[in-house]
């Protein structure tokens, strides 16, 4: 992979690998972020491929897959139960790896909090709910008005057994006010999925890699330059690091290469269905405390108007970049606590799509603008409106095909693999992944949701009529 100040795609070069092999592999892993180490993991330490070679022109886990929320969930939309099936999967080895490694990588169980102040939204979440506990997700409860709460099970702030899964649906303003006091009084209803929470995505990155290291894999820092697939198989990776260029003998190939991923599948000739879009992550210090350090990741789920002064507001209704900012803005800000008293907050406001570029530009404005977004659910953030906090400003890429699903599995090139377009859940997903990429290399038994994440089901009638008329996006 590479990372550097103009796309990717202009520094590829497409050629074939005549040179002999300086070294030999099973498999060549493209990408140490988190789904390259995932599949590196699941290959040497499961199915015991001991020529592993993971190649990255960057430290591990220093791309991408420390950008993200850190989150995960078994939270998702249909039209079938596969992303639900494969997070929840991915979960299941989480809490196992937690387990192992005394849970090293500070695994929590507190819950994705979505919340709406609009009466009429709370039947859409109710219906929203259902379904997904439907699919998998679990068990769905729901605490009225009139209610005393007593059956809520709060979420502790750390630690994750012996916890409900499914969602709560909390219409009980008493009640939200008691466990989620930080929230506007506004808030007529939240849903609190309780599969959910976050971890340390290099702290679990890293233990994988570890695993992986110990049974003989190794990381290679270098970039990919091409990939030989003479004869429609898979035969040998040339790499360039700083002591030169070599070809790694291998039939082996694993595309994980992050939000690079369509464009080192253009080097075994496929062109994947897949796009780039840029996302943005605001760190700040809550010195005053407006978001308790002992809350789930929160949603709002309703648009939002920055609030503004009427000053601010002339000043901005005469300018014409600032007019932008007295619109109506999408549903979706969400951030949560992150240790100490540092506060993390997101929102998919630029869809656009887009080429990766290092190092990533944003709007000057964007901490203003994610801050007094944020201020709609957390009303206490308005303290900071006159003397804004230092702000840390950094995101990534997303990778994504269309309805929002991975790639995972096989090529009609022979030995190349994909596993990637894991766009904003990677952290989430990449331990299923990894297992499900695995098994295909390796030859082994296939869980049931294979199929759904493998390219051939773009060449499935039944599977892209299911997509055409629906929002699938599954993204938060």
């Known amino acids: 992979m590479l990372a550097n100040e103009t796309p990717f795609a202009d520094k590829l070069v497409s050629k074939k690998v005549h040179s002999k092999p300086s070294m030999n592999a099973e498999a060549v892993v493209c990408g140490a972020g988190i789904a390259g180490i995932a599949a590196a993991y699941h290959l040497s330490v499961h199915h015991g491929v001991g020529d592993v070679v993971i190649v990255d022109e960057l430290a591990p886990l220093s791309l991408t897959s ?7 969930r078994n939270w998702w939309p249909g039209p079938d139960d596969a992303m639900v099936a494969l997070t929840n999967r991915s979960i299941d080895i989480l809490e196992r790896l937690a387990r192992e490694s005394d849970n090293r990588f500070l695994l929590n169980r507190r819950g994705y909090l979505f919340a709406t102040a609009e009466e009429a939204r709370i039947e859409a979440m109710r219906a929203g709910a259902r379904a997904s506990c439907r699919l998998g ?13 007593a059956g809520y099970v709060p979420a502790p702030s750390a630690g994750f057994e012996n916890l409900p899964d499914g969602a709560d649906l909390i219409c009980n303003q008493k009640l939200i ?31 994988m890699l570890e695993q992986a290291r110990a049974r003989g894999a190794k990381l290679v820092r270098a970039r990919v330059q091409a990939v030989d697939t003479a004869g429609g198989c898979v035969r ?47 760190s700040f210090h809550d010195r005053r405390g407006a978001l308790s350090q002992d809350a789930p990741l929160i949603i709002w789920n309703d648009p939002v108007r920055l609030p503004w002064s009427d000053d601010e507001r002339a000043a901005l209704a005469s300018d014409s ?29 630029d869809t656009r799509r887009v080429e990766p570029v290092f190092p990533q530009t944003w709007n000057p404005a964007i901490a203003e603008i994610l801050l007094r977004g944020m201020s709609a659910m957390v009303p206490a953030l308005a303290a900071y409106f006159d003397h804004l906090p230092q702000p840390y400003i950094d995101g990534g890429y997303y990778a994504k095909t269309e309805e929002n699903r991975p790639l995972i599995g096989p090529t009609r090139v022979e030995g190349a693999y994909l596993m990637g377009a894991f766009s904003g859940y990677g952290i989430m997903t990449a331990c299923a ?24 089901r773009y060449e ?5 009529a299911r997509f055409a008329d629906r929002d699938a996006s599954g993204q938060i």
């Open 433 to 456: 992944a990894g297992e499900l990429l695995a098994a295909h290399v390796a030859g082994a038994a296939l869980p049931d949701y294979a199929n759904a994440f493998m390219l051939s």
């Open 321 to 349: 970049d600032g007019r932008a900012l007295l619109e109506e803005f999408p549903p979706g800000v969400h951030g949560r606590p992150a240790g100490g008293d540092n506060v993390l907050i997101y929102w998919t406001l």
């Open 66 to 72: 420390d950008k993200s929320t850190e989150c995960y």
């Open 236 to 282: 040998g990776v040339e790499v360039a690091g700083a002591g030169g260029t070599q070809t790694i003998g291998a039939r082996a190939f694993v595309n994980a290469a992050g939000p690079f991923f369509k464009h080192v599948g253009e080097m075994t000739g496929i062109d994947l269905p897949v796009f780039g879009e840029s996302h943005v992550k605001l």
């Open 460 to 464: 499935d009638a039944a599977y892209l």
């Open 137 to 149: 997700a679990g068990e769905f409860r729901e605490h009225g008005s009139g209610g005393s709460g």
């Open 177 to 207: 006010r008691r466990h989620f006091p930080y929230l506007s009084d506004a808030t007529r209803a939240v849903v609190h999925a309780r599969r959910c929470g976050w971890l340390s995505a290099q702290q679990l990155g890293m233990y």
